[in-house]
């Protein structure tokens, strides 16, 4: 089967003030050749470093932290995997892989705040296939994910798709990006709001964008984080079987 396509395996922090901005040089500031010629002098002034010897109990002491820390970061990739071995990624799967209902577990029922009316629960969807997507204005990934939702609304939402983005940006830069952005890519779906980052939360989002493929009866099939085609033939096979279940 066809892999799904990804344009970006890039994924942005859920949080903005996360990013790390990396400051242009200051022309006001000396030469690399100054700094060079400071650096050499510092040296040759430097005096004879002085060795360090710690007594044997702290050598015993360090590396039993560092056991102890490996030994903690081990267990939890233990408990990651035994919480995600039921759920497919999608950017990974094609129509032949989806996961048996039984293996299948529940999510959170969280609640969706809209700006065309009154807020949802997320169970109001149960009898529906629902893609849920977290997404944010400043994530590059995110805006470039999102406009190939719209093929696959327009095939698959008559059969009982739905398509739920979730943006998470703070009140004001919501307000100044999203009606904009969603007017000029001409979306066939509202998109949700998170600004306190509750449903975020509750997903244990660290990363945008974030997916989740959730069948009829509101379990977990399939994950997805970074920008996947989801009008590719594989995105749309793997929907469509879960429709006919």
Same mark, same amino acid.
Not at 1 to 18: L, N
Not at 95 to 111: F, G, L, M, Y
Not at 217 to 220: A, D, H
């Given at each position: 089967?066809?892999?799904?396509?990804?344009?970006?395996?890039?994924?942005?922090?859920?949080?903005?003030?996360?990013l790390v901005l990396v400051p242009m040089e200051d022309e006001s500031k000396p030469s690399q050749s100054e700094h060079l010629a400071d650096l050499k002098s510092a040296l040759d002034e430097k005096p004879p470093e002085k060795k360090i010897n710690f007594p044997f109990w702290a050598k015993i002491l360090i590396m039993c932290l560092l056991v102890f820390f490996a030994?903690?970061?081990?267990?939890?990739?233990?408990?990651?995997?035994?919480?995600?071995e039921n759920e497919g990624d999608i950017q990974e799967m094609s129509?032949?892989?989806?996961?048996?209902?039984?293996?299948?577990? &529940?999510?959170?029922?969280?609640?969706l705040m809209s700006k065309l009316g009154p807020a949802k629960k997320l169970d109001q969807f149960k009898g529906k296939v629902v893609l849920l997507s977290f997404w944010a204005s400043w994530c590059t990934p995110c805006l470039v994910e999102l406009p190939t939702f719209i093929d696959l609304h327009e095939k698959l939402s008559s059969k009982g798709l739905v398509i739920i983005p979730v943006n998470v940006d703070? *009140?004001?830069?919501?307000?100044?990006?999203?009606?904009?952005?969603?007017?000029?890519?001409?979306?066939?779906?509202?998109?949700?709001?998170? *600004?306190?980052?509750?449903? &975020?939360?509750?997903f244990k989002i660290d990363t945008l964008p974030s997916n989740f493929v959730i069948d009829k009866?509101?379990?977990?099939v399939a994950t997805g984080f970074g920008a996947n085609d989801?009008?590719?033939? &594989?995105?749309?096979?793997?929907?469509?079987?879960?429709?006919?279940?």
């Open positions: 089967m066809e892999r799904s396509k990804t344009y970006s395996k890039t994924t942005c922090p859920r949080s903005r003030s996360e030994s903690i970061g081990y267990l939890r990739s233990l408990h990651n995997h035994d919480n995600r129509s032949t892989d989806v996961p048996s209902p039984e293996k299948r577990k &529940a999510i959170p029922n969280i609640s703070e *009140p004001e830069p919501a307000a100044q990006f999203v009606p904009g952005f969603w007017k000029a890519k001409k979306f066939p779906f509202e998109t949700f709001y998170d *600004p306190n980052h509750k449903s &975020a939360d509750e009866q509101g379990r977990l989801w009008a590719s033939d &594989a995105s749309v096979k793997f929907i469509e079987q879960l429709l006919t279940e």
